[in-house]
């Protein structure tokens, strides 16, 4: 009875000590913002091209939009996506453009369009490439100034 009672408590306390290095990680993985190098020169510079072919005739090569289609960089970008996550502005491209042809791109030439983007707002460029992974996207918080 008492041998069972304590290997309930060693469980608890495992748990205990999971819990608290999970809630670590989160906590670590909610600090990341777009300043933090979050995707390589490389990778905006594959988004461009791209964005020139897919994207560039309703919002234009200098990203300003044509009136209709939105800017896509400084207050207009900051006004829609600061504090949002990269998920969040991600699953918003997918989901609506190329307007007249949804997601009909691969889940890497919109994370690389999603990376040029942010270069021309003037995010720095870091080592590891933005990843297509959806949990990772959501856990970097979009953030109009620099910490
Ligand atoms: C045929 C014209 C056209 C093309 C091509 C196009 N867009 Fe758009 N886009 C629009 C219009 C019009 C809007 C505003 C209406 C809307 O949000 O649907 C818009 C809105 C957006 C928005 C704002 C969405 C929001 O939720 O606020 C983003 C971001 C965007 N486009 C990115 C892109 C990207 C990236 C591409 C290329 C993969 C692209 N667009 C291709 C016309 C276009």
């Keep these: 009875m008492i041998a069972r009672r304590n290997g309930t408590i060693g469980a608890a306390a495992a748990l205990l000590v999971l819990a608290g290095i999970f809630s670590a990680n989160v906590a670590a993985q909610d600090t990341k913002s777009t300043w933090d190098g979050i995707f390589t020169a490389e990778q ?12 560039a005739q309703c919002h234009l090569e200098d990203l300003l939009g044509d009136g209709i289609a939105p800017s896509l960089i400084g ?16 699953v918003a491209i997918r989901t609506t453009m190329p307007q007249g042809a949804p997601a009909s791109l691969s889940p890497r030439a919109y ?12 995010f720095p460029a870091g080592d590891m490439e ?13 953030q109009e100034d620099a910490p």
């Design 44 to 55: 905006a510079e594959r988004g461009e091209a791209t964005y020139n072919q897919e994207c």
């Design 75 to 90: 207050a207009p970008f900051h006004f829609r996506w600061s504090e949002l996550s990269v998920g969040d502005m991600l």
């Design 111 to 122: 994370v690389d369009i999603v990376a040029y983007m942010l270069s021309r707002n003037d």
């Design 130 to 142: 933005l990843p297509t992974d959806q949990d990772v996207l959501e856990s970097i918080i979009i």
